[in-house]
């Protein structure tokens, strides 16, 4: 769970408990009818007195639908403010500064996939992968930055910027405490032959 999404449940939890309740106004809808959101929660989205525990089980149901990308929860006197913001779906997957690691080598690793949803999750396990890929490599000061690009109104590119930093190179190996095998056995089973 990211942290602002930990923020946001434990504010949830800490709103003092209402008596009378309070209506739910939701902002954001484009392509999602209120009816498609009613579908996404167990809670009345009509009642004019939802409690913060009803709230809670809104937010939490909506925040694992792939259909909602975010939600900002703003609380005023008299009603709940719930803007939501879509999910969009991947139109392309670009990787920019990649010199060592081919694309196709890294688009066949990732979670995401063109004509999928966005997924936050996804986008956070893709970088993970990334950087080991490099990691492997050699590359122990990589760095990778996932940014969405509005393609059209209901679709992103997705990009990866990756900062390769130097390659790591192996000096030298010594091998200690082995009386059986010569050092020049040992690097000739560990440095494949081309």
Request: net charge negative; charged share 25%; glycine share 4%.
């Given at each position: 769970?990211?942290?602002?999404?930990?923020?946001?449940?434990?504010?949830?939890?800490?709103?003092?408990?209402?008596?009378?309740?309070?209506?739910?106004?939701?902002?954001?809808?484009?392509?999602?009818?209120?009816?498609?959101?009613?579908?996404?929660?167990?809670?009345?989205?009509?009642?004019?007195?939802?409690?913060?525990?009803?709230?809670?089980?809104?937010?939490?149901?909506?925040?694992?639908?792939?259909?909602?990308?975010?939600?900002?929860?703003?609380?005023?006197?008299?009603?709940?403010?719930?803007?939501?913001?879509?999910?969009?779906?991947?139109?392309?997957?670009?990787?920019?500064?990649?010199?060592?690691?081919?694309?196709?080598?890294?688009?066949?690793?990732?979670?995401?996939?063109?004509?999928?949803?966005?997924?936050?999750?996804?986008?956070?396990?893709?970088?993970?992968?990334?950087?080991?890929?490099?990691?492997?490599?050699?590359?122990?000061?990589?760095?990778?930055?996932?940014k969405l690009e509005t393609f059209s109104q209901d679709r992103v590119n997705l990009i990866f910027e990756i900062y390769e930093g130097k390659r790591s190179k192996l000096?030298?190996?010594?091998?200690?405490?082995?009386?059986?095998?010569?050092?020049?056995?040992?690097?000739?089973?560990l440095i494949p032959k081309s």
């Amino acid at each position: 769970m990211s942290l602002k999404k930990t923020i946001l449940f434990i504010s949830l939890l800490l709103l003092p408990l209402i008596v009378n309740g309070k209506n739910i106004e939701i902002k954001g809808l484009s392509r999602l009818s209120f009816d498609d959101l009613q579908a996404l929660t167990s809670i009345d989205l009509t009642s004019n007195k939802i409690s913060n525990s009803e709230l809670t089980v809104i937010v939490q149901e909506l925040y694992v639908q792939d259909l909602i990308y975010d939600l900002i929860l703003t609380e005023y006197e008299d009603r709940f403010v719930l803007e939501l913001e879509e999910n969009n779906l991947i139109q392309n997957i670009y990787f920019n500064n990649n010199s060592w690691v081919e694309d196709q080598i890294l688009i066949e690793s990732i979670h995401s996939k063109q004509s999928s949803l966005i997924s936050k999750t996804d986008i956070s396990k893709d970088i993970e992968i990334i950087n080991m890929i490099y990691k492997s490599k050699g590359f122990f000061d990589v760095t990778t930055i996932a940014k969405l690009e509005t393609f059209s109104q209901d679709r992103v590119n997705l990009i990866f910027e990756i900062y390769e930093g130097k390659r790591s190179k192996l000096n030298s190996i010594k091998f200690k405490g082995n009386k059986t095998f010569s050092g020049r056995f040992y690097l000739q089973t560990l440095i494949p032959k081309s």
